[in-house]
């Protein structure tokens, strides 16, 4: 099984992965902070989003995995992978210091959230056959 979309989508989170890793290991010698965010919070709010692409990015792709292991269609796989890759280049721009409501945190966040309901529900109804 090649996991033609799964792919897809891993390889268009890669380069957001990688830019966002990057403003977090750059950072790190201008503050002269190797661990943590040395209370600096510039630096913080890179370690977050950053920690939000980690923890939202690899469970929706082993749903994603596991769906189109068991014949989801491409319809549903796409759109999750859609989804998730349009929050994941929506919210670093919407995670804010001092604006909590911006929309764009909204934005990746929900659509993050829904990518990954869509997944529950797309196996769910193929382990289950509702």
Same mark, same amino acid.
């Given at each position: ?30 503050? /002269? ?5 040395? *209370? ?11 920690? %939000?692409?980690? /923890? ?14 068991? *014949? ?24 804010? /210091?001092? /604006? ?8 990746? %966040?929900?659509? %993050? ?18």
């Amino acid at each position: 099984m090649s996991f033609y979309v799964t792919t897809l989508v891993a390889l268009a989170l890669t380069p957001i992965w990688l830019v966002l890793w990057m403003g977090v290991t750059s950072a790190r010698p201008r503050f /002269e902070t190797s661990i943590g965010d040395g *209370g600096h919070s510039a630096l913080l709010l890179k370690v977050r989003r950053h920690g %939000n692409f980690i /923890e939202w990015v690899p469970f929706t792709l082993i749903l994603m995995l596991l769906a189109e292991a068991q *014949g989801a269609g491409s319809f549903w796989l796409l759109a999750a992978g859609g989804l998730l890759v349009l929050g994941r280049l929506a919210h670093p721009f919407g995670l804010k /210091e001092t /604006e909590v409501h911006h929309p764009l945190r909204y934005v990746g %966040n929900g659509t %993050n959230f829904l990518a990954a309901v869509l997944l529950f529900g797309t196996l769910a109804r193929l382990h289950f056959g509702f």
